[in-house]
């Protein structure tokens, strides 16, 4: 197109140099390199064969061309990554493929699985909490990723799971306002209320007393819940049709109403802070 013509005259041969390498890559080869466009920030091994269906002869053919990075830290997994022009180029060709929205799906599954492993209170506060904080450290943009795509195509269930599971990441980093943004985000989406256990979970990100917590003098100033979101939570345990749901989200809704820096505290003290990248 017209874009490509006018670029710098660089920047067009690093495009016609990677075409080049594009072209001599066999099917299966074409194939992984445009779904790892799918990848923010890179993936582990692991991710790569889940998500993208990646063999490793594939990876290791894609490293040794130079279209793939790989990227070894210490005893962290093994990470692979593409340099931010090849993965532009990427993204075109993830784009124009038919199965897109399929892996964009599968990376969310895989990545909303890694949070609810490594993001829950006994992991995050526990004798391993290091590790776990360590493995959510470095997928935080495959997670942000996972949330604006579920945010994006109006997902309510999936961008309030996603928001739950990293309900206690996001405060201990000290992340207020991705806690308080990407919630009310989720929680605004058209049909948030037919998803009673998950809506509630996303209210408590907003409510809980963790906030408070490793911060020192710092905590957020006392609120109460907004009557609106009482309202919501109650709604949500008539809603709920499972019994054993039921006594879950009561508990939740006593969590909150207990919680002294409350949604409306915890929202204004977030927004009053400095503002983190969504």
């Excluded at 923010?40 to 490293?63: M, N, P, R």
């Excluded at 279209?67 to 784009?95: C, K, N, S, W």
């Amino acid at each position: 197109g017209s874009g490509a013509r006018d670029a710098p005259a660089r920047q067009q041969t690093l495009r016609a140099t990677i075409d080049w390498s594009h072209e001599l890559l066999g099917d299966a080869e074409k194939q992984c390199f445009a779904r790892f466009a799918v990848f923010a920030g890179g993936a582990t091994v692991q991710a790569a064969e889940t998500v993208a269906h990646a063999g490793l002869d594939t990876l290791d053919a894609l490293v040794a061309k130079n279209l793939l990075v790989l990227r070894q830290d210490g005893h962290a997994p093994t990470r692979l990554g593409m340099l931010d022009t090849i993965r532009g180029y990427a993204t075109e060709r993830f784009g124009a493929t038919a199965d897109e929205q399929t892996i964009r799906e599968r990376h969310y599954d895989y990545f909303l699985a890694l949070a609810q492993r490594h993001g829950t209170d006994r992991a995050l506060w526990g004798a391993s909490d290091k590790g776990h904080l360590a493995r959510l450290d470095a997928e935080n943009d495959n997670l942000h990723a996972a949330l604006e795509w579920a945010v994006g195509r109006g997902s309510a269930e999936q961008a309030l799971a996603m928001c739950g599971a990293l309900g206690w990441y996001w405060p201990i980093r000290g992340r207020y306002l991705d806690a308080v943004e990407w919630s009310d985000r989720a929680l605004s989406i058209p049909g948030a209320d037919d998803h009673p256990a998950e809506l509630v979970a996303a209210l408590v990100v907003v409510a809980q007393p963790v906030f408070g917590r490793r911060t020192g003098d710092d905590a957020p100033p006392a609120g109460h819940l907004a009557a609106a979101d009482t309202d919501r939570v109650g709604g949500a345990v008539r809603n709920e049709e499972r019994a054993d749901q039921r006594d879950r989200l009561d508990r939740f809704g006593e969590q909150l109403g207990q919680h002294a820096g409350g949604v409306q505290g915890n929202r204004q003290h977030a927004r009053q802070r400095p503002r983190e990248a969504l």
